[in-house]
Structures are given as structure tokens and as C-alpha cells.
């Protein structure tokens, strides 16, 4: 039983009676259009690789066809410079030919000179054997003149010697003269050191006074120094004296380091009757007018209080 297409198409939504078999059929001609679909499909894949890669392959030619195009007209390029090297080898060549010529005449001239220099070379080497002969003749004659010179040379030794012997004579002359001038000069020395001694003994015996003088001298000294110790000895009682009669620590008015304000302090009054700086302690202290401070008038001209200044550190402070 067939289907009623035209029916369907009528009404879609209509259910119509089909027999199996021809669903069956169906279905079965379904799965081969899908298998064969699905095989198109493959093809088609395939297809499509196989074209983007002989795309490919066509765009890869076309780059080797350009690169030859280039080469290949770079070739013409240096085929028609190296025609012109050709060219240009070619006239060189043409101009060495010629060059080369010129040499051959050049060099059959030349051996006509050579020809012409060896028979002057024969006339030299005759010259130079005339020379040979004239050379023996010297040779001869300075052997007999070196003869002559070894003669004159064994007499020149032989009064060298003589002249030595003289001058060794001459200086022993000499000596003798002079060891004759020393004895002179020995005996005017000994007659000098005689007198020197006599001299010396005079002196040896005012040495003798002066030793006597030196020892009642020396005793003179002892008693001085006896008075010199009994001296101290009244000069330190006379020191624990004043020691006891000292005055008092003095009070002053001086400002201080850290806040600039006067403060009334003692000054230390030591052993010697130094003052000393409120501030260091030092000792080095000047005095010096304090123009702040007027005591009194005299002939017009005012009379200023005494302050202290210390040298260490600069400090003041008014007495």
C-alpha cells in the first residue's frame, strides 16, 4: 500500500495508515541515505584537505616559479655583464699581445747589450788579472816592510826597557832625597818637643797651686752649704707659719654656664695663695678691668672695680 502524498500534503497533521513493510523499506532506505550521507561527508572532508593542501602546494609553486622568475633574470643580469667582461677580457688580452710584442723587441735588444757586456767583461777580467799580479807584487813588499816593523818593534821594546830602569833609578834618587829632608825636619821636631816639655813641666807645677787653691776652696763650699741647709730649714718653719696665718676663702659673684645667671660661689684659695676658676679650677687667671663698675673718680678719670678671667675657659666673675 502505497502512501497518498497528495493527501498529506492536504492535511499534515492528519495520521495515515502505512503499512509496515513500507516503513520497514523506509527506514532501511533512511539508514543507507544517512550512511551514504555520511560517507559523502567524509569524501567531502576529504575533498577539502586534499584542495587546502594543493592550495597550498599552488601558492608554494608560485613562490619557486617567482624565485626562479628572479633568478632567472638575474642570470640574464650577469650573463650580459659577464659578456661584457668578456669584451672587456678580450681587449686586455688583445693589449697584452701587443705589450708582448714589444717585450720580444725589447728583449733582442737587450741581448745584443748582453753580447756587447760580455765582451766587455772579458776585457775587465783581463784588467782584474793585471790587478792580480800588481796585488801579489804589494803583498810582497808589506811582508817585507811587517819584517822591518817587527825589527823596529823588537828595538822599541828594548829601550822601553832601558827607560823603565831609568825611571826606576830616578825615583829611588828621589827618595833618598827625601827620606834626606826627613831626618832634617826629624831633628828640628825633637828640638821643638824638647821645648814643649820644659813648657809643660812649668805648667805641671802651677797645676800643683791650683790643686792646693782648689781643696781650701772646697772647704769653703762645705761651710756654705752647712748655712744653706740651716737656710731651708728656717724657710720651711717660716712656710707652716704663714700656712697658719692664711686668709679666708673669698666669696664672688660669677654666672654660670648652663643658664647665664650670677651665683655667689667661694673661690678656692690654695696652699700658695692662688686663686682658682669656679668653673674649671684652673688656675690660669688674668685680671682686668670691670668698666660696669666705677669705685671712684680721680683727676677727672674714673677708677674701675678689678673681675677675673679665667685663661682655660674663658669664664668671669667680679671680685
Same mark, same amino acid.
Given at each position: 500500500?502505497?502512501?497518498? /502524498?497528495?493527501?498529506?500534503?492536504?492535511?499534515?497533521?492528519?495520521?495515515?495508515?502505512?503499512? @509496515?513493510?513500507? *516503513?520497514?523499506?523506509?527506514?532501511?532506505?533512511?539508514?543507507?541515505?544517512?550512511a551514504?550521507?555520511?560517507?559523502?561527508?567524509?569524501?567531502?572532508? $576529504?575533498?577539502?584537505?586534499?584542495?587546502?593542501?594543493?592550495?597550498?602546494?599552488?601558492?608554494?609553486? &608560485?613562490?619557486?616559479?617567482?624565485?626562479k622568475? &628572479?633568478?632567472?633574470? #638575474?642570470?640574464?643580469?650577469?650573463l650580459?655583464?659577464?659578456k &661584457?667582461?668578456?669584451?672587456?677580457?678580450?681587449?686586455?688580452?688583445?693589449?697584452?699581445?701587443g705589450?708582448?710584442?714589444?717585450t720580444?723587441?725589447?728583449?733582442?735588444?737587450?741581448?745584443?747589450?748582453?753580447?756587447?757586456? #760580455?765582451?766587455?767583461?772579458?776585457?775587465?777580467?783581463?784588467?782584474?788579472s793585471?790587478?792580480? $799580479?800588481?796585488?801579489?807584487?804589494?803583498t810582497?813588499?808589506?811582508?817585507?816592510?811587517?819584517?822591518?816593523?817587527?825589527e823596529?818593534?823588537?828595538?822599541?821594546?828594548? *829601550?822601553?826597557?832601558?827607560?823603565?830602569?831609568?825611571?826606576?833609578a830616578?825615583?829611588?834618587?828621589?827618595?833618598?832625597?827625601?827620606?834626606?829632608?826627613?831626618?832634617?825636619?826629624?831633628?828640628?821636631?825633637?828640638?821643638?818637643?824638647?821645648?814643649k816639655?820644659?813648657e809643660?813641666?812649668?805648667?805641671?807645677?802651677?797645676?800643683?797651686?791650683?790643686?792646693? $787653691?782648689?781643696?781650701?776652696?772646697? &772647704?769653703?763650699?762645705?761651710?756654705?752649704?752647712?748655712?744653706?741647709?740651716?737656710?731651708?730649714n728656717?724657710?720651711?718653719?717660716?712656710g707652716?707659719?704663714?700656712?697658719?696665718?692664711? %686668709? %679666708?676663702?673669698?666669696?664672688?659673684?660669677?654666672?654660670? %654656664?648652663?643658664?647665664?645667671?650670677?651665683?655667689?660661689?667661694?673661690?678656692?684659695?690654695?696652699?700658695?695663695?692662688?686663686?682658682?676658676?669656679?668653673?674649671?679650677?684652673?688656675?690660669r687667671?688674668? $685680671?682686668?678691668?670691670?668698666?660696669?663698675?666705677?669705685?671712684?673718680?680721680?683727676? @677727672?678719670?674714673?677708677?674701675?672695680?678689678?673681675?677675673?678671667?679665667?685663661m682655660?675657659?674663658?669664664?668671669? /666673675?667680679?671680685?
Amino acid at each position: 500500500m502505497a502512501i497518498e /502524498w497528495a493527501k498529506v500534503e492536504e492535511k499534515p497533521d492528519k495520521s495515515v495508515k502505512v503499512v @509496515g513493510r513500507y *516503513l520497514l523499506d523506509t527506514r532501511k532506505r533512511i539508514e543507507t541515505l544517512e550512511a551514504e550521507l555520511e560517507k559523502t561527508k567524509g569524501e567531502k572532508e $576529504q575533498t577539502e584537505a586534499k584542495l587546502s593542501s594543493a592550495e597550498l602546494r599552488i601558492e608554494t609553486l &608560485n613562490a619557486e616559479l617567482e624565485d626562479k622568475i &628572479n633568478k632567472n633574470k #638575474e642570470l640574464e643580469e650577469d650573463l650580459g655583464s659577464n659578456k &661584457n667582461l668578456l669584451s672587456n677580457v678580450r681587449d686586455e688580452l688583445e693589449e697584452v699581445k701587443g705589450k708582448l710584442a714589444t717585450t720580444e723587441e725589447n728583449l733582442k735588444a737587450k741581448e745584443s747589450e748582453v753580447t756587447s757586456l #760580455e765582451a766587455d767583461g772579458e776585457n775587465l777580467s783581463n784588467a782584474i788579472s793585471e790587478k792580480d $799580479q800588481e796585488v801579489s807584487d804589494l803583498t810582497t813588499k808589506l811582508e817585507e816592510a811587517n819584517a822591518k816593523s817587527a825589527e823596529l818593534e823588537t828595538k822599541i821594546s828594548d *829601550l822601553e826597557e832601558k827607560a823603565k830602569k831609568l825611571e826606576v833609578a830616578e825615583t829611588r834618587v828621589t827618595e833618598l832625597e827625601k827620606i834626606a829632608g826627613e831626618s832634617e825636619s826629624l831633628s828640628s821636631a825633637v828640638e821643638e818637643k824638647d821645648s814643649k816639655i820644659s813648657e809643660l813641666e812649668s805648667k805641671l807645677a802651677s797645676l800643683e797651686n791650683m790643686t792646693e $787653691q782648689l781643696s781650701e776652696r772646697d &772647704n769653703t763650699i762645705s761651710e756654705l752649704n752647712a748655712k744653706l741647709e740651716e737656710a731651708e730649714n728656717r724657710i720651711n718653719e717660716l712656710g707652716q707659719e704663714l700656712e697658719k696665718l692664711k %686668709p %679666708p676663702e673669698e666669696e664672688i659673684v660669677a654666672a654660670t %654656664p648652663s643658664t647665664g645667671k650670677t651665683v655667689t660661689t667661694t673661690i678656692p684659695w690654695g696652699a700658695s695663695g692662688i686663686y682658682a676658676c669656679p668653673r674649671c679650677s684652673s688656675k690660669r687667671l688674668k $685680671q682686668e678691668k670691670d668698666r660696669t663698675k666705677i669705685l671712684y673718680m680721680a683727676a @677727672g678719670a674714673p677708677v674701675y672695680a678689678t673681675k677675673f678671667k679665667c685663661m682655660n675657659c674663658g669664664n668671669e /666673675w667680679k671680685k
